[in-house]
């Protein structure tokens, strides 16, 4: 059974920094996962991802050069470091897969970015 659980959410000032992390379950770890994220009122988007084989990194530009993600196949767990977070990061993050065509969501973690 696959399981993608987050953690490590929590409330920051403006230029503060969090690090979320999302362990896996049921599935071999070594594919391509992905950071989403969805503000109250807005779609979700996508935030980050890496690919399984290669491991190459994409973010999207409004957090390019502030996120980092990373993994450790060992502990079945994917991070994302935000840095110099902005109130306009607020949002549950959501981690997810898509497993030979099935997706898979997590249940998200809530950042919120305010002074």
């Known amino acids: 059974q696959v399981q993608l659980v987050e953690s490590g959410g929590g409330l920051v000032q403006p230029g503060g920094s969090l690090n979320v992390s999302c362990v896996a379950s049921?599935?071999?770890?070594?594919?391509?996962m992905n950071w989403y994220r969805q503000a109250a009122g807005k779609e979700r988007e996508f935030v980050a991802a890496?690919?399984?084989?290669?491991?190459?990194?994409n973010y999207a530009d409004n957090v390019k050069g502030r996120f980092t993600l990373s993994r450790d196949n060992a502990k079945n767990t994917m991070y994302l470091q935000m840095d110099n977070l902005k109130p306009e990061d607020t949002a549950v993050y959501y981690c997810?897969?898509?497993?030979?065509?099935?997706?898979?969501w997590g249940k998200g973690t809530q950042v919120t970015v305010s002074s």
């Open positions: 890496i690919s399984g084989s290669s491991g190459k990194i």
């Open positions: 049921g599935f071999r770890f070594i594919l391509a």
């Open positions: 997810y897969i898509n497993l030979d065509g099935m997706e898979y």
